[in-house]
């Protein structure tokens, strides 16, 4: 970014607004704006609007729509990391020596994604992420580097000691199997509380649903 000057810079930030914290603002409006209309359908003037901030202050902390885009997936993909960063930490510092252990840090994986699938924070970052499975760009290369691979790959590799009479594609075909039980419970969350005749899914309801994909992946990792 060019070097800029004290009166170049928006009148928020001139006011003695920390940059950082109206770039967040603005940063948090647009990720609901790009979910909702996608990318060409969103309003830089909304978005302004909504994060309380003039729309000069969206290039000077972005360089424009496509810049803020793209901090908008990298923000996405450091919530989403932080959430599974401690356990993939954890997996790789102490790896597993057997299937049953490989097992249990599987399932253990999969019921941290299973939770955040059911939490209320998931459901700013879910369609966003969605808009981008759908018709990819460089946002979705961002969050699959960030997010994606490293859940992915370390499943796929826990498999491998898990079931080792499965080749490479069948492993990756299973991961991708028990990780979308769980993506189910925020993709088609209206569809699971109307089968679970709730109006919405209370704790109880999400702990029996995350009990029942435990099961069902356990069994699924289980050497036949």
Do not use: W
């Not at 450091?78 to 959430?83: L, P, S, T, Y």
């Not at 981008?132 to 490293?150: C, G, H, K, L, S």
């Amino acid at each position: 970014m060019p070097s800029v000057t004290a009166t170049d810079r928006p009148a928020q930030d001139r006011a003695g607004q920390d940059g950082s914290l109206v770039s967040l603002r603005i940063i948090e409006a647009a990720i609901q704006q790009f979910a909702c209309a996608g990318f060409a359908g969103a309003s830089t003037r909304e978005i302004a609007r909504a994060s309380g901030t003039a729309m000069s202050s969206i290039t000077y902390h972005f360089g424009g729509k496509e810049g803020l885009y793209l901090a908008c997936a990298d923000h996405v993909a450091e919530q989403i990391g932080a959430v599974h960063a401690p356990l993939l930490d954890q997996i790789r510092a102490h790896p597993p020596a057997d299937a049953e252990s490989a097992r249990t840090a599987l399932l253990a994986l999969l019921e941290n994604f299973a939770r955040f699938m059911l939490a209320p924070q998931s459901e700013r970052f879910s369609q966003f992420v969605v808009r981008e499975q759908q018709r990819p760009t460089e946002a979705f290369e961002r969050i699959y580097a960030r997010v994606m691979a490293p859940v992915l790959e370390t499943a796929v590799g826990l498999l491998a000691l898990a079931r080792p009479s499965l080749d490479e594609q069948a492993r990756r075909a299973l991961v991708l199997h028990c990780l979308g039980m769980a993506l189910v419970l925020r993709i088609a969350r209206a569809c699971v509380a109307r089968t679970m005749e709730a109006e919405d899914i209370d704790p109880e309801t999400a702990d029996m649903l995350i009990a029942s994909v435990r099961r069902s992946a356990r069994t699924l990792l289980m050497e036949s």
